[in-house]
């Protein structure tokens, strides 16, 4: 057996592959061991998923989806109090409610006598809907992208040495286990649903979906990976730094989620 990402033999890795990141609440899709070896899963993980993890996206969408790490804890998140004009730190303390802290031990004074004297005021928290557009969440999104097509690729034993030998695939590669700080490999990046939307089915009035993934082949014969995390939708072409092809897809589905395509 032989890594998708490196092409080394990885018979004696012991390693498995979270798709999605297990910090992101990710435990049931999961590529077996030897799909990715231990030495780029260890890479992967400090150099591709820390940094998505620890943007203002990563850590805001943790800390409201109170997703706990692999340690059982959910990030906190930094704001502001103007009154004081001095940072907070807030956590979350479960069943609705907020602890605010400093981040100083000198704020941590002020912060104490201010809300003595008046406990009345305002906490200022940044918000992002999205994720930049930026170097880090396109390698990030490549990573779970070829991880997608390797899931798809194990009910059949053969299909690793077919993954690994695909020419098409190696820009891909290259980018996510070597990197390229001068390309930000194009993701469509959009929201398709609420952060905390409920769906409902038959057996349970009410769930909410972390992350779902699926890939789109288009007429062209264009392989696109399609990632929905806490609602937001990536989309990346797995062949190629590109996304035309995804657009004349999109119009001729009138803007369908291919994670929810009818027909
Ligand atoms: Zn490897």
């Known amino acids: 057996m032989r890594c998708i990402f490196c092409k080394q033999n990885s018979d004696s890795c012991v390693s498995v592959e979270h798709i999605v990141p297990e910090s992101l609440g990710n435990t049931e899709h999961i590529l077996p061991k030897g799909w990715v070896c231990d030495s780029c899963n260890n890479y992967l993980a400090s150099k591709?998923?820390?940094?998505?993890?620890?943007?203002?996206?990563?850590?805001?969408?943790?800390?409201?989806?109170?997703?706990?790490?692999?340690?059982?804890?959910v990030p906190s998140v930094i704001g502001l109090?103007?009154?004081?004009?001095?940072?907070?730190?807030?956590?979350?303390?479960?069943?609705g409610k907020l602890l605010v802290g400093a981040t100083s031990v000198e704020d941590r004074t002020k912060l104490?006598?201010?809300?003595e004297k008046n406990p009345n005021g305002n906490f200022y928290v940044p918000v992002t809907d999205l994720p930049d557009s930026d170097y880090v969440t396109s390698r990030f999104i490549a990573k779970i992208g070829l991880e997608i097509l390797a899931?798809?690729?194990?009910?059949?034993?053969?299909?690793?040495?077919?993954?690994?030998?695909?020419?098409?695939?190696?820009?891909?590669?290259?980018?996510?286990?070597?990197?390229?700080?001068?390309?930000?490999?194009?993701i469509n990046i959009r929201r398709i649903y609420k952060q905390d939307f409920l769906f409902a089915d038959a057996e349970c009035s009410g769930y909410e979906?972390?992350?779902?993934?699926?890939?789109?082949?288009?007429?062209?014969?264009?392989?696109?990976?399609?990632?929905?995390?806490?609602?937001?939708?990536f989309v990346i072409n797995l062949g190629g730094p590109e996304l035309?092809?995804?657009?004349?897809?999109?119009?001729?589905?009138?803007?369908?989620?291919?994670l929810y395509k009818t027909n």
């Not at 109090?81 to 069943?95: D, H, I, M, N, S």
């Not at 104490?112 to 809300?115: C, Y």
Request: glycine share 6%.
């Open 48 to 73: 591709v998923e820390q940094p998505f993890m620890e943007s203002l996206f990563g850590r805001n969408s943790r800390f409201w989806m109170q997703v706990p790490n692999k340690k059982g804890r």
């Open 81 to 95: 109090y103007p009154k004081l004009r001095t940072k907070v730190e807030l956590f979350q303390a479960g069943a």
């Open 112 to 115: 104490d006598d201010s809300l």
């Open 151 to 186: 899931h798809r690729c194990l009910i059949n034993p053969d299909w690793n040495k077919d993954l690994v030998e695909m020419p098409e695939l190696d820009e891909l590669r290259a980018y996510v286990r070597r990197g390229n700080p001068n390309l930000i490999w194009p």
């Open 209 to 233: 979906v972390l992350h779902e993934f699926d890939i789109l082949v288009t007429e062209r014969n264009e392989f696109y990976a399609v990632i929905a995390i806490f609602g937001v939708e």
């Open 244 to 258: 035309d092809g995804y657009h004349s897809w999109f119009k001729n589905n009138k803007g369908q989620s291919p």
